[in-house]
């Protein structure tokens, strides 16, 4: 009974993590090739914030549902709110972190120059030979 109790909890948790990580990393690259494919090379912060968003919001509550609602009996209520909360602070994250990383994401481009970033993003997507 002890261990079931200790050690029982901390199962949902890990089952719950990587079943929500698993399900939001497959969502998140899901709607940032549906939003590449409406907007073209144009936007990245768009793709990027876009995705996360949806992502997110998928992560904040499938992690609560399986590790608290199924694995320790939350009502839906407490995993409504718990899920609320976490994903307000993920979203207002994503917002504020956005610019920087498009400031950055400008500044690497301005040190190796343009030719070799572009070329960069094809060799990480598997298609250096189109360069």
């Given at each position: 009974?002890?261990?079931?109790?200790?050690?029982?909890?901390?199962?949902?948790?890990?089952?719950?993590?990587?079943?929500?990580?698993?399900?939001?990393?497959?969502?998140?690259?899901?709607?940032?090739?549906?939003?590449?494919?409406?907007?073209?090379?144009?936007?990245?912060?768009?793709?990027?914030t876009?995705?996360?968003?949806?992502?997110?919001?998928?992560?904040?509550?499938?992690?609560?549902?399986?590790?608290?609602?199924?694995?320790?009996?939350?009502?839906?209520?407490?995993v409504?709110?718990?899920?609320?909360?976490?994903?307000?602070?993920?979203?207002?994250?994503?917002?504020?972190?956005?610019?920087?990383?498009?400031?950055?994401?400008?500044?690497?481009?301005?040190?190796?120059?343009?030719?070799?970033a572009?070329?960069?993003?094809?060799?990480?997507?598997?298609?250096?030979?189109?360069?």
């Open positions: 009974m002890a261990f079931e109790s200790i050690f029982g909890q901390g199962m949902w948790i890990i089952l719950g993590s990587l079943v929500a990580f698993l399900v939001s990393q497959l969502i998140d690259v899901y709607v940032f090739h549906r939003i590449k494919k409406m907007t073209g090379e144009k936007m990245i912060w768009l793709r990027s876009g995705s996360t968003l949806v992502s997110q919001l998928v992560d904040s509550f499938v992690v609560l549902f399986i590790a608290f609602k199924i694995g320790n009996g939350w009502s839906w209520s407490t409504l709110a718990v899920g609320v909360v976490n994903y307000i602070y993920k979203f207002t994250m994503a917002i504020i972190l956005t610019p920087l990383i498009a400031f950055i994401q400008g500044r690497i481009e301005n040190y190796v120059g343009h030719d070799l572009k070329k960069m993003k094809l060799q990480a997507m598997g298609l250096e030979n189109e360069v």
